[in-house]
């Protein structure tokens, strides 16, 4: 079974979002989600500044099973980008939620606003084990 972490919200494309300051939120793809694809081998990440709207693709996460996009769950800016992984893309499959976070992202409402579509760590635990 999955990890989920209660403290973080996440997307149907098994996004995991973090508040991590005022109107900035960090992003990475869930414990499932990396079960899913398997041995990760490479990454394309956004440009910091970038901007996106929720939904956009921010970049790919290629494994060896499937190439995969990384979605924004919100509309803002991209502030920081996680570069560690362009060199150990295999830290997503290790530490999804620690280490393998891929970007954050300045949102462009209050994070309640930008965060309210998304699913709460219950509703994304019914989620997944539909697809399991």
Do not use: C
């Not at 997307?11 to 300051?21: A, F, L, N, Q």
């Not at 830290?91 to 994070?111: A, C, D, F, K, R």
């Amino acid at each position: 079974m999955s990890e989920i972490k209660d403290l973080l919200q996440y997307s149907k494309e098994h996004e995991w979002v973090e508040v991590i300051g005022d109107r900035t939120i960090r992003i990475g793809i869930s414990d499932f989600a990396q079960h899913q694809l398997g041995d990760i081998v490479f990454l394309e990440l956004p440009e910091i500044g970038a901007k996106v709207n929720a939904a956009d693709s921010l970049g790919s996460i290629e494994s060896v099973k499937t190439v995969s996009d990384l979605y924004s769950p919100v509309k803002g800016t991209v502030v920081k980008v996680n570069s560690t992984l362009l060199d150990q893309p295999e830290l997503v499959n290790e530490e999804p939620y620690e280490g393998g976070w891929m970007v954050e992202i300045e949102v462009e409402q209050s994070t309640e606003e930008a965060l309210s579509d998304l699913l709460n760590a219950e509703q994304y635990r019914e989620y997944t084990e539909d697809q399991e």
